[in-house]
């Protein structure tokens, strides 16, 4: 027999078409939702943060002046720190001792779907990327707490379609990648890109396949292989120029970690994949591509999940950088005669860890450089950050809403190219061109550096 709240459950329909249950419907939404809030709480240290947060937590709403969403929106739910006290209202509620006591007494507080529901879409409203913290008078990481709620919301059964397929497939299939790519296809258009590099440059510059000892391990955006080839030509042109040794390993070639989007415990697994490869190949280091969120999640969580000392981690653009200031690097400064603006990633600029390298390496060889306002670690986001970039059913509001102020921002520079080192950034900042009609071309930073960088001519 069916009870009256089970069947309302059965016929209440899903407000946000781009989630998908992950785990079975076994009990109703609300015991699911405090039940993966206690085994998260058990199974990592977002506890210390929480109590600390809900100790010094205030409403004053300086986060509102440095959140573009809420800029361009004008919705007082889209205040981070709004978004912040609903968790933190539901874990002082259950996981505090006096909360658990004055709900029981008073029967106040408690948690309901529709609460659940709103959780559910304020936070993927939210691209965190933390320039809100900048803001914050008491050091409150809004972004972080949007992560930790979704990371709860996927292990209660709710998490977008996009990022649950991609991961499955690099976790579960038979590609083992997120952008299901076959190693015979990589293999071939490997192929094929030194072919264009031998015509374009008059050299070889090989792309090595599972290479035993090499210095790096090269880990891009596995979406680099087929769709930002002048990133990938720019980055072995850059390798091969330095004389560096390193690696493209064939069991595991995927930069990409979504993980850091939605959920800790598919970031590990991923972390993990990477850690393996490393140790097969017997790499020293990692190397990661042009690729904001898997630059900063290798580089925060390797030593978080290795076991036996962590391989150090360096962005291509770091190493970039030091090629130059080497004299390793031929570039050309009359190869690039357009204006050129630099947009600044969220995941490797707002901790300060990428800032001035690529506007280094820019400047040596761009002779029409100019800045947008603000920038570096205050710079706003492109506005598919957060995974955002990644859900064709949120197009609408990153269009019409999270990326007019980053559509602003480019106009105003006059600029003819964008320079981003991240392929999800490039796939927002391309869309906002097309959607503002922004007459620019959204590029790499090593599209630019394959256009200038000279080499001497084989000898026949």
């Known amino acids: 027999m069916i009870t009256t709240k089970e069947a309302e459950g059965k016929s209440r329909k899903s407000p946000y078409p781009f989630y998908v249950e992950q785990v079975p419907k076994s009990g109703d939404k609300v015991e699911r939702f405090l039940s993966a809030f206690a085994v998260i709480l058990h199974h990592s240290n977002y506890r210390f943060l929480l109590d600390m947060y809900i100790q010094v937590t205030a409403h004053c709403a300086r986060c509102a002046t440095s959140c573009q969403v809420y800029q361009a929106s004008g919705d007082p739910r889209d205040v981070p720190c709004y978004r912040t006290s609903l968790l933190l209202d539901v874990y002082r509620r259950y996981f505090t001792p006096q909360g658990w006591f004055t709900g029981k007494l008073w029967d106040v507080g408690n948690l309901t779907e529709a609460r659940i529901d709103e959780m559910a879409k304020l936070f993927y409203r939210c691209t965190a990327c933390r320039r809100c913290k900048l803001e914050c008078p008491m050091g409150i990481d809004h972004g972080l707490m949007t992560r930790l709620g979704r990371y709860i919301l996927s292990e209660t059964g709710i998490a977008p379609k996009g990022l649950v397929v991609s991961v499955r497939e690099q976790l579960e299939g038979k590609t083992g990648n997120t952008s299901a790519i076959p190693l015979p296809a990589l293999m071939d258009n490997l192929e094929f890109l030194q072919d264009e590099l031998r015509e374009s440059k008059g050299i070889t510059i090989p792309f090595p396949i599972d290479q035993t000892g090499a210095e790096y391990i090269f880990f891009p955006a596995v979406s680099d292989y087929l769709m930002e080839a002048d990133t990938l030509m720019g980055n072995a042109a850059v390798l091969h120029a330095a004389r560096i ?58 030593p978080t999940f290795s076991q036996n000392g962590a391989p150090p981690v360096v962005s291509v653009i770091e190493l970039t950088w030091q090629a130059i200031q080497s004299g390793k690097l031929d570039l050309d400064p ?11 990633p969220c995941n490797i600029s707002r901790s300060g860890w990428i800032v001035d390298q690529p506007r280094n390496i820019l400047r040596s060889f761009v002779k029409n450089y100019v800045e947008m306002q603000p920038n570096g670690k205050e710079n706003y986001c492109c506005g598919g950050g957060g995974g955002l970039v990644s859900l064709d059913e949120m197009h609408d509001l990153r269009m019409q809403v999270i990326a007019k102020t980053k559509a602003e921002q480019i106009r105003a520079t006059g600029a003819d190219i964008v320079v981003s080192p991240c392929a999800n950034c490039k796939k927002q900042l391309r869309e906002i061109a097309t959607y503002y009609k922004l007459p620019v071309q959204i590029v790499g930073l090593h599209d630019l550096i394959l256009r200038a960088i000279q080499f001497k001519p084989e000898k026949a």
Not at 254 to 278: C, S, V
Not at 334 to 344: G, K, L, Q, S
């Open 245 to 302: 040794p390193w690696t493209i390993g064939s069991q595991y070639f995927d930069g990409i970690n979504y993980g850091l989007f939605y959920n800790d415990w598919i970031l590990g697994r991923i972390i993990q994949k990477l850690l393996a490869e490393t140790q097969r190949l017997g790499a020293d280091k990692i190397l990661i591509g042009e690729c904001g969120h898997a630059a900063r999640s290798a580089r925060q969580f390797v």
């Open 334 to 344: 009359a190869a690039i005669p357009e204006r050129v603006t630099y947009h600044d």
